[in-house]
C-alpha cells in the first residue's frame, strides 16, 4: 500500500460516533434532545452557539455549531422536525482549526495515552507500534444491526383446537446514531468500535480497537475489513472526495456516516 496523502500536515482523528449519551462530552444543550427544530435554535443561540453549516444524510438532517467561550463544536442530528441528538464535535467540523476537542467516550489523544501496548504520542500525533498515523478520521451517522423483540400474541394450536396466548421472541433491525474512528499507517490501520456495533459475542478489541485488514488506499477510495467474529467480518469502504463512509456486516450490521476535513481540495482527505 502507497503512503496517505493528506489534505493537510499534520495527522487529524476523525470518529464515526455510535456514542452513548452518558459517556459523550457535555454540550450544555442535553435538554433540547426532543425539542421542534425551529423552536429549539433561539434556546442554542442563548447558551452561546451560532450556526456554521449543515448537511442532509439519508433520513435526517445534521446541523453544526460553535461555542466560542466554551471553543466546542456540536452536531445536532434533526429527524422528522426534531432534534434526535446532540454531541460534541471535533472543532474542524465547525471549521475551527486549533480549538481542543474530545470525540466519543471522552478519548483525547495526548503523549503515552492508553490504546493499546505499542501505542505513543509525537508531535506529529499518534504512533501505534511503532508506525505514525498518517490518516485519522471521525465520522458520524446511522448503526444498525441485529436486535431481539419480545411481545405477546395469540396463536393457533391444532393439537387441542383452540387459540393460546403466549409469548415470542424474534429478530428486528435495530437503528441508532453512531461514530467510529479510525486510524491508518503505511500497510494497515485500525477501528474504534462502540459498544453499540459489537456483538456479544466477538474477537476482542484492543479498549475498543479492532485491527483492520486488507487495506487499500487508492486516490479516491479506501477498503479494509475488521473481524467480530467467526462470521461477521465487515468490509469498509471510504470515499475521499465526498468524505461518505460504508460499513456492511453479516446480515443487518451496518454503519452509514460522514467524515468531514478541512482544506482537502477535490477530496475530503
Do not use: H
Not at 212 to 228: C, E, K, M, Q
Amino acid at each position: 500500500m502507497s503512503t496517505i496523502r493528506m489534505g493537510v500536515s499534520t495527522s487529524i482523528l476523525l470518529v464515526f460516533s455510535v456514542g452513548s449519551p452518558a459517556a459523550a462530552q457535555s454540550t450544555g444543550l442535553d435538554d433540547l434532545v426532543g425539542a421542534r427544530a425551529g423552536q429549539a435554535e433561539q434556546a442554542i443561540q442563548a447558551r452561546g452557539y451560532r450556526f456554521i453549516r449543515g448537511e442532509k444524510g439519508d433520513d435526517r438532517a445534521y446541523t453544526y455549531w460553535w461555542n466560542a467561550d466554551r471553543r466546542q463544536c456540536v452536531t445536532i442530528a434533526t429527524m422528522d422536525g426534531r432534534y434526535r441528538s446532540i454531541t460534541a464535535s471535533p472543532a474542524p467540523d465547525c471549521r475551527q482549526r486549533n480549538a481542543p476537542w474530545r470525540p466519543d467516550g471522552g478519548y483525547r489523544p495526548q503523549p503515552n495515552y492508553p490504546s493499546r501496548p505499542g501505542s505513543d504520542w509525537s508531535d506529529n500525533g499518534p504512533v501505534v507500534g511503532g508506525r505514525p498515523v498518517q490518516l485519522g478520521l471521525v465520522c458520524f451517522g446511522d448503526g444498525k444491526k441485529d436486535g431481539l423483540a419480545t411481545g405477546s400474541t395469540w396463536t393457533w394450536n391444532p393439537r387441542r383446537d383452540r387459540y393460546e396466548y403466549g409469548t415470542y421472541t424474534e429478530t428486528r433491525p435495530e437503528v441508532f446514531d453512531a461514530s467510529l474512528m479510525v486510524q491508518l499507517w503505511g500497510d494497515g490501520g485500525r477501528i474504534r468500535l462502540p459498544k453499540s456495533l459489537v456483538p456479544p459475542i466477538n474477537s476482542r478489541g484492543a479498549n475498543g480497537w479492532w485491527d483492520l485488514y486488507d487495506v487499500r488506499v487508492n486516490p479516491n477510495v479506501i477498503t479494509a475489513s475488521y473481524r467480530l467474529n467467526g462470521l461477521n467480518k465487515p468490509k469498509v469502504i471510504i470515499d475521499r472526495r465526498s468524505g461518505r463512509i460504508t460499513v456492511q456486516g453479516f446480515s443487518q450490521y451496518a454503519f452509514r456516516g460522514s467524515c468531514d476535513q478541512l482544506g482537502s481540495g477535490g477530496r475530503r482527505f
